[in-house]
């Protein structure tokens, strides 16, 4: 009796080893030429709406036409984006879901500040072709001309004025190593925190705090009403081609210019996925590389103020690594909000 | 203020489009049906909708999108009333007086009185838009901290002790509400009570905790009962009474124009929204009436306050879209979205320049509310078919149909895990007499009034005198401390010469 109830189990698993094995003798290139032969999700850890989201929207039309399969788009928010990156680490290496992610900083950040259980090297960045960066600003009817001005004041009275921020964000990273070149001493600054960009924005220009420090795109919508006293960059931007930018203003101020990206955005996969299944990501390469180049998608999305420079996956994870390191660096800055 | 030629052209792109028309009603229906549906927000109805909207010009998207939002304003308040459960955070007063108005029998006239003050309250405060958007949008924005805070309070205050046996329980009730309220990543970035649950990380899941609770208190308490309306001759609809229960709120013009303009206001500030306001617009008219008491109970005129008030909300986060670009919520973020997706950045510099499509927009909005009068008289007629449904049959569906939304709310288990647990604390609480919409209203403000309690520290830099530099915020407290003292003497002296008559008896 034993017996035959070990019977099945037994002729159950040589079958399986056999249909194993049949798989892995068909030659890799027919299997890769079948993948993908369902429907592609993007998967979006934030709300509907935000920059991630439409650009997934935006994009979707595109790896469509290049993969020869439907794309959508899925949204899981929460939790700083731990919720859609646990939920993306629980699926399977098929590579039929792929993130359209702030990779830079949620990732790093929802590590250090979280206790998210990934590593910011799980992932693997495709393309992240849009950057936001950190703008200090203040409301035009606050009468603060410079930066420098600030500086001053915050120098004499660390009191004197108050700042908006996010708390657990590149800003406030940014924020806190740009004090700390200054001798200003953070604990006593009058900092305010927002829990989210969006209220930041508006406790900027609404005059609620004395200067934010926020990415600077969401600005764009109400730049009539904020000035732009410092962009953590060291390239002039489109967008506020008037704002001094932190490389010359360290220059000035005599100490050494450092800053982490705001947002560094685009299609994200996991490590674990590539080297499990090297033909199939590179199918995914090719399609996402294809549609970013594609002279329609350029056009659309730049309508839409949305993000198509191909940095491939080489600068993409490096920005993205160092980033993180940077990061991890600061990680203390990041604790005392 | 109004700009003539630009509203000529507005009429003249309304009129000679008929991709502008048609999708009102789908959207109106749309917005009712998922508001309807308890665990499904506002947002989230134009959230499903909002890549449909892809697909269509800009003018129609907008157009049906603001249907949507319409529809889904109003369509919460069908559950609200009918089986005391909001469909929506926005329609939690709806239920303190509109379910015990069905109990009473009085469903159609409470249906109708919720129809009405919605659709005046949204063509009232599309009316202030159209006329005041830029100086609205202008105060508004000067809103901080402080004053939020003083708004908060006020509302607790007001509603702490609702609908309970004492004022004692009312108010563990609310602690209780806020202690969930606070559960979560604060907005100074640290963790309280997640219990490592990465789930709670950003909180309590408000609209299926506030479903468990409402739902579960209300649920249990008719296990014996046959039906909601326990007399059957009153069980009728009647379309005659539907619209007597509209003729009420035009009878009470004052309570309408109070929650409208409440309404509009602290739904045009960014982040606080309709949830709040209804609750604000609620305790408001309960504060101010010379019966008190009679709220909870079933007073049309409380369920006036919060439809008008929670209606009336959309036009003032409208209001801070179009004149700042700022999403005051979820919905207004949504239209941005599809704003953006039409290559439109929305803001000052689009009010500026298309102020014809400002124009259309309101122009079609006053027409929802209209429309909304015809289609939501409609729905509300089959809706209300509801309270000849045994209870027996309609208690299962609820909370499965509860329990499906809650997981499509959130989009896990969290959702339905967290309405079991509410149901249960809120089956307990009112097992021993707890008000449980005391805790709802706890949960609902406890997170706005600690948020903005704790930046208004920040600012100060721990200086409670900095307080003086914010007199409106000033204003309000003292205010509210004003109108505590008189209704505690009124109070007293009632209670003084309610014992003297007994006395003399």
Not at chain 2, 371 to 384: E, K, R
Request: proline letters at 6%; charged letters at 15%; aromatic letters at 8%.
């Amino acid at each position: 009796m034993t017996d035959s109830i070990h019977a099945i189990p037994r002729r159950r698993a040589l079958l399986l080893a056999a249909g194993a094995g049949a798989a892995l003798a068909a030659p890799g290139i027919a299997r890769a030429q079948t993948f993908p032969e369902r429907p592609i999700t993007l998967l979006v850890p934030f709300a509907t709406g935000g920059y991630n989201d439409r650009l997934a929207r935006a994009m979707a039309p595109f790896v469509q036409k290049h993969i020869g399969q439907p794309v959508t788009v899925v949204n899981r928010p929460g939790g700083g984006t731990v919720l859609g990156n646990t939920f993306y680490m629980q699926q399977p290496d098929d590579g039929y879901m792929v993130m359209v992610h702030s990779a830079g900083p949620y990732i790093p950040l929802s590590i250090l500040t979280r206790n998210a259980r990934y590593k910011a090297d799980d992932f693997h960045m495709i393309n992240l072709p849009s950057r936001d960066l950190t703008l200090a600003a203040c409301a035009t009817s606050k009468g603060i001309n410079s930066i420098d001005e600030v500086v001053q004041r915050l120098k004499a009275d660390p009191r004197s004025l108050s700042i908006g921020v996010q708390p657990a964000s590149a800003d406030l990273i940014n924020m806190a190593l740009w004090m700390q070149a200054h001798g200003i001493d953070r604990s006593r600054v009058r900092v305010v925190t927002y829990d989210g960009g969006g209220p930041a924005r508006t406790a900027t220009a609404g005059g609620h705090v004395d200067v934010g420090f926020v990415g600077g795109e969401g600005f764009l919508p109400i730049k009539d009403r904020i000035k732009p006293l410092l962009l953590f960059s060291d390239e002039k931007s489109t967008d506020y081609p008037d704002a001094p930018l932190l490389t010359d203003h360290a220059r000035a101020a005599g100490f050494q210019p450092q800053s982490v990206d705001g947002s560094q955005r685009g299609f994200v996969v996991l490590k674990r996925f590539v080297a499990a299944q090297p033909e199939r990501y590179a199918i995914l390469l090719r399609a996402i590389e294809a549609a970013t180049k594609d002279p329609e998608c350029v056009s659309t999305l730049g309508n839409q103020q949305l993000a198509t420079t191909w940095y491939g996956p080489e600068a993409s994870n490096r920005a993205y690594l160092s980033s993180a390191a940077l990061m991890e660096r600061y990680a203390d800055l990041l604790k005392q909000a | 203020m109004i700009d003539f030629p630009a509203f000529g052209a507005a009429l003249n792109m309304l009129g000679g489009s008929l991709d502008a028309w048609i999708w009102v009603v789908p959207g109106l229906l749309i917005g009712l049906l998922f508001g309807a549906l308890p665990g499904i927000s506002v947002s989230m109805a134009m959230a499903l909708v909002l890549p449909a909207t892809l697909y269509m010009d800009f003018l129609p998207a907008i157009i049906f999108l603001t249907s949507v939002y319409t529809g889904a304003g109003f369509g919460g308040s069908i559950p609200a009333v009918l089986i005391n459960i909001p469909g929506t955070s926005s329609a939690v007063a709806t239920t303190f007086d509109g379910y015990p108005m069905a109990q009473k029998g009085l469903h159609n006239e409470a249906l109708g009185a919720a129809l009405v003050s919605s659709c005046i309250g949204v063509l009232i405060s599309y009316v202030i838009l159209f006329v005041l958007v830029q100086p609205l949008a202008e105060i508004v924005l000067r809103i901080g901290p402080y004053e939020m805070a003083a708004i908060g309070i006020w509302g607790l205050v007001l509603l702490g002790s609702i609908g309970g046996s004492s004022v004692t329980k009312g108010l563990f009730a609310a602690g209780i509400g806020v202690l969930c309220g606070t559960v979560g990543m604060n907005t100074a970035g640290y963790m309280r009570g997640d219990m490592g649950i990465p789930w709670l990380l950003d909180g309590v899941p408000t609209i299926p905790a506030m479903v468990g609770l409402l739902a579960a208190s209300q649920l249990f308490a008719l296990v014996n009962a046959k039906f909601i309306v326990a007399d059957e001759s009153k069980r009728t609809i009647s379309l005659r009474r539907i619209i007597a229960g509209g003729g009420l709120v035009l009878g009470s013009p004052v309570a309408l124009l109070r929650g409208s303009f409440i309404g509009v206001f602290i739904g045009a500030v960014p982040g606080v929204g309709s949830s709040i306001a209804n609750l604000i617009s609620y305790g408001e008219a309960r504060r101010v009436s010379p019966d008190p008491e009679s709220y909870g109970k079933g007073n049309p005129r409380g369920l006036i306050a919060a439809e008008s008030a929670n209606s009336s909300s959309e036009g003032g986060s409208m209001a801070t879209m179009l004149a700042l670009g700022i999403p005051g919520g979820g919905a207004t973020a949504i239209l941005l979205a599809s704003f953006a997706m039409h290559n439109v950045i929305g803001g000052p510099r689009f009010m500026e320049q298309n102020r014809d499509i400002v124009y259309a927009i309101i122009i079609s909005n006053f027409a929802q509310a209209l429309i909304l009068l015809l289609v939501g008289t409609a729905f509300v007629f089959v809706a209300s078919t509801v309270v000849r449904l045994p209870l027996r049959y309609l208690i299962p569906s609820v909370l499965v149909m509860s329990t499906m939304g809650a997981f499509a709310i959130e989009g896990s288990i969290a959702g339905p895990i967290t309405l079991f647990v509410f149901a249960v604390l809120g089956w307990l609480m009112s097992r021993y007499g707890f008000p449980v919409a005391a805790i709802v209203v706890g949960l609902l403000l406890g997170k706005l009034i600690e948020t903005e309690l704790l930046r208004a520290w920040q600012l100060a830099g721990g200086d409670p005198l900095y307080i003086l530099e914010h007199p409106v915020a000033v204003g309000i407290l003292v205010l509210m401390a004003v109108s505590l003292g008189l209704s505690l003497r009124r109070d007293i002296r009632r209670r003084r010469a309610l014992k003297a008559a007994s006395a003399v008896a």
